[in-house]
C-alpha cells in the first residue's frame, strides 16, 4: 500500500474520490501477495497493481462501478479455477481474491 | 485524523501496526487500526470484535503475516459458537518493519551478501571490530556499517531480532564468532549461520562447548557451515547459497528442485 500513498494524496487534494482493491486471498499460483494494493481515482487513472498485470483492467471497471454507486465495496475474484470466477484469468492458472472499497475511511 | 491519514503516516515512518477491513458480512467496508501497544483507531461494528479481533492482529504483526481471519459478529472464535452465527471476515493486514539482517564479519563475503539481502528487502547491519575493514565506503549498501565487537552489538540491540530477522557469522575468527554465536543464541532471531569449512566447523562446536555451549536444542538453530550445498564459489554464489537457506528455513522446505518434487509449488 505504501507506494500507492503518493498518488491517493494527490488524487484526493484534487478533490477526487478514490477505490482501493486489496489482494486479501490467493489460491495456487498467484503474482503478487495478499496486500498488495491497487488505487483507482474517480476519473480512471490507475496506481499500484495486484496482479501481473493480468486482471488490472478488470479491476479498474469494478472499481469504477463501486465509485459510481453501482456496486457495493466486496469481495471479487478472479481465476479460472472458481466456478464463480470472472472471465478475467490468470495466466499462472491460480486465483486472485480482491477487496474493493472507496477509500473513505 | 481520520483513519487513513494516521494509517499513511504510520506507513511512510515504518512504524509497525496492523489494519484491519471488514471484507466479507455484517459492517463489510469497516476498517481498524492496531498499533503494537494495543491503541484501536476506527472499529469493525462491536467492542467485542474489535477486542478479539485487535488482540490476534498484533500475534500476526509479530509473525509479519497478512490474511483473513473469521469472527463471529461479537468476536466469537470457537467453531460451537460460530455454527450458529453470521461470520465476519476481517482480513488482517500487517504492516512490520523490514526484517534486519546483522552480518559479522566485513570479509569480501560480506558485501555480495548485504547486496543480495538489500534485494530481498533487508535492513542491513555489518558488524566488525577492525576500523579499518569496518568502512561504509567498503559496503556502500549496507544501511549501518558499525565498528564493534559482537558482545555490545547483542546486550544494546539484540531485544530487537525476532523471528523475521537474521544473523550472519562470516568472521571465520574464533575470537570473534563465538562471542557472535553466543549473543545470537540469546535473541529471538530466526536464522543464524555460520560460515566456514567443515574442519572449521568441528573446531568451532570444541570452543563453543567450552563456553557452555553444547545442548541440541542451541546447536539446532546454528546452521553451519552456513548456506545451500549449491556449489557455488564466488561470493555472490554463496550470497545466493545463503539466502536461499534463510527462505527455506522460514518456509520449513528442503530445498530440493521442484522438478523433483510434486504437490503445490506455495
Known amino acids: 500500500m505504501r507506494e500507492i500513498l503518493d ?25 503478487r501477495e495478499p496486500g498488495a494494493a491497487m488505487a483507482v481515482s474517480e476519473d480512471g487513472e ?17 472499481a469504477l462501478a463501486i465509485l459510481r454507486g453501482e456496486a457495493e465495496s466486496r469481495i471479487v475474484t478472479f481465476g479460472y479455477s472458481d466456478d464463480e470466477a470472472f472471465a478475467v484469468g490468470l495466466t499462472c492458472g491460480g486465483t486472485v481474491h480482491l477487496f474493493i472499497q472507496p477509500l473513505e475511511w | 485524523m481520520s483513519v ?16 484491519l477491513t471488514v471484507v466479507r458480512g455484517p459492517g ?3 476498517v481498524m487500526l492496531v498499533d ?22 498484533i500475534g500476526e504483526l509479530e509473525a509479519g503475516r497478512t490474511g483473513v481471519r473469521h469472527y463471529g459478529p461479537n468476536g466469537q472464535t470457537t467453531p460451537e459458537d460460530l455454527a450458529d452465527a453470521e461470520t465476519v471476515e476481517v482480513f488482517v493486514e500487517s504492516f512490520a518493519p523490514p526484517p534486519q539482517m546483522w552480518i559479522f564479519g566485513a570479509v569480501d563475503f560480506t558485501a555480495a551478501l548485504a547486496r543480495v539481502a538489500k534485494v530481498l528487502g533487508y535492513k542491513v547491519t555489518v558488524c566488525d571490530a577492525r576500523e579499518v575493514f569496518a568502512t561504509k565506503r567498503r559496503f556502500p549498501m549496507a544501511d549501518e556499517v558499525k565498528v564493534t565487537w559482537p558482545g ?18 562470516l568472521t ?6 563465538v562471542p557472535a554465536i553466543e549473543g ?37 538453530r546454528l546452521h553451519s557451515p552456513i548456506g545451500l550445498d549449491l556449489g557455488g564459489r564466488t561470493p555472490e554464489e554463496t550470497a545466493i547459497s545463503i539466502v536461499a537457506e534463510i527462505i527455506a528455513v522460514r518456509t520449513r522446505r528442503n530445498a530440493a528442485p521442484l522438478a523433483a518434487s510434486d504437490g503445490p509449488i506455495h
Open chain 1, 7 to 31: 498518488d491517493i494524496d494527490r488524487w484526493h487534494s484534487a478533490g477526487k474520490r478514490v477505490a482501493v482493491a486489496r489482494v486479501v486471498d490467493t489460491n495456487g499460483s498467484g503474482p
Open chain 2, 28 to 30: 463489510t467496508g469497516r
Open chain 2, 36 to 57: 503494537p501497544s494495543g491503541t484501536l483507531d476506527g472499529s469493525l461494528g462491536d467492542p467485542d470484535l474489535d477486542r478479539v479481533a485487535s488482540r490476534d492482529a
Open chain 2, 172 to 177: 571465520h575468527d574464533p575470537k570473534f564468532d
Open chain 2, 4 to 19: 487513513y491519514e494516521k494509517f499513511s503516516a504510520l506507513v511512510r515512518d515504518d512504524q509497525p501496526m496492523s489494519l
Open chain 1, 46 to 62: 490507475v496506481a499500484g497493481s495486484v496482479s501481473g498485470g493480468c486482471v488490472e483492467g478488470a479491476v479498474v471497471s469494478e
Open chain 2, 152 to 169: 555490545p552489538q547483542f546486550t544494546d540491540h539484540g531485544g530487537r531480532l525476532g523471528a523475521r530477522d537474521a544473523v550472519c557469522i
Open chain 2, 184 to 220: 545470537a543464541l540469546a535473541t529471538r532471531v530466526g536464522y543464524i549461520g555460520v560460515m566456514g569449512s567443515r574442519k572449521t566447523h568441528t573446531k568451532r562446536l570444541e570452543r563453543l562447548a567450552e563456553v557452555g555451549i553444547s545442548s541440541a536444542a542451541d546447536l539446532a
